[in-house]
């Protein structure tokens, strides 16, 4: 099934526990998966080298960044530098192997619960394959605040459109990708909005087990048959998990703000937490020295708080 399709990521030694886990899901559900890892440190670069995961090629950052991506980042923060990175991933793929059909990149902080097999079905031979936040009704603003689409999974094929459409994207992303109030524009997200008008071979996920995360979930029944995860009437495949803080060694903070069914605690946190556990014990047997310091402010502390500023901001002036 995974013939011709390669999976990527990105992430830093704050998200090498997610990062990892994330590695072990794909592969548990997708055991012929092959997935390239853009290292956006030395310490992750060296780490993942001396464990020689299944599946997994390394990418080190002096070898993927050119002279624009260098450019770019002299005039932004971390977190938005990996961001303005995002449509670089997938051509670098497609620049490196020939054969490759579709690149699928993925965010380091999602989990699978289940095949992705749905997913290229879904998407059949068309193009690009996108997910929308699906944020409540009373949400619906966020639309044009964060993004219509979350960048958490998005498949491209190797064809006009789907390479248009990559290059495109990374040229605006290489101009502006910054997390500030600016209207129409949001880091390296805002920019999907406009890609249904501007692609015929284009596939808007109807799956709502495809990218299910903190913002959405509370519209959904979360239950368990026979041992799979199923929201509403789809089965989870992966679910995002945003905002979710590492605190030590076993102590987590699911998601700041939000609310979760004691189901949704149970079948899908709960094993998830589960596994950045087993992961920190891996990582610690490679480097005892590896610590989780909740004092130091993760990538996702700051993107939480830089997100809730910006949606204050923007509630601010719809209010108006």
């Not at 149970?266 to 310091?293: A, C, G, H, R, V």
């Amino acid at each position: 099934m995974f013939e011709g399709i390669i999976f990527c990521t990105y992430f830093n030694k704050n998200y090498l526990q997610k990062g990892l886990a994330l590695h072990t899901s794909l592969l548990k559900h997708n055991p012929t998966a092959k997935l390239w890892i853009l290292c956006m440190d030395t310490y992750t670069k060296r780490l993942l080298d001396k464990l020689k995961l299944t599946g997994v090629t390394t990418i080190d950052l002096s070898q993927f960044e050119d002279s624009q991506l260098k450019k770019a980042k002299k005039n932004r923060s971390l977190v938005e530098y990996f961001w303005t990175c995002t449509p670089s991933l997938p051509l670098y793929i497609f620049k490196h192997n020939p054969r490759v059909n579709k690149a699928i990149y993925l965010d380091a902080d999602l989990y699978f619960y289940s095949s992705i097999k749905p997913i290229i079905e879904e998407m059949g031979d068309n193009s690009i394959y996108i997910v929308e936040h699906r944020y409540p009704k009373d949400q619906k603003y966020r639309d044009n605040v964060s993004g219509r689409f979350n960048v958490g999974l998005i498949v491209f094929k190797r064809d006009k459109e789907g390479l248009d459409c990559l290059k495109r994207w990374r040229k605006q992303c290489n101009k502006w990708c910054y997390l500030k109030p600016e209207p129409g524009k949001m880091g390296d997200q805002m920019y999907l909005n406009e890609w249904p008008e501007l692609y015929t071979n284009l596939v808007i996920s109807k799956n709502l087990g495809v990218n299910t995360a903190p913002w959405n979930i509370m519209q959904y029944q979360v239950t368990n048959k026979q041992s799979q995860i199923h929201i509403n009437k789809d089965q989870l495949i992966f679910y995002h998990f945003h905002q979710l803080e590492v605190l030590g060694k076993n102590r987590f903070n699911y998601a700041h703000g939000y609310k979760f069914t004691k189901n949704t605690i149970d079948y899908i946190y709960k094993p998830y937490t589960i596994e950045l556990t087993k992961q920190y014990e891996i990582i610690n047997k490679y480097d005892p020295s590896f610590k989780i310091d909740a004092s130091k402010s993760s990538l996702s502390d700051k993107i939480k708080q830089l997100t809730t500023n910006y949606l204050k901001y923007f509630t601010k002036k719809f209010n108006q």
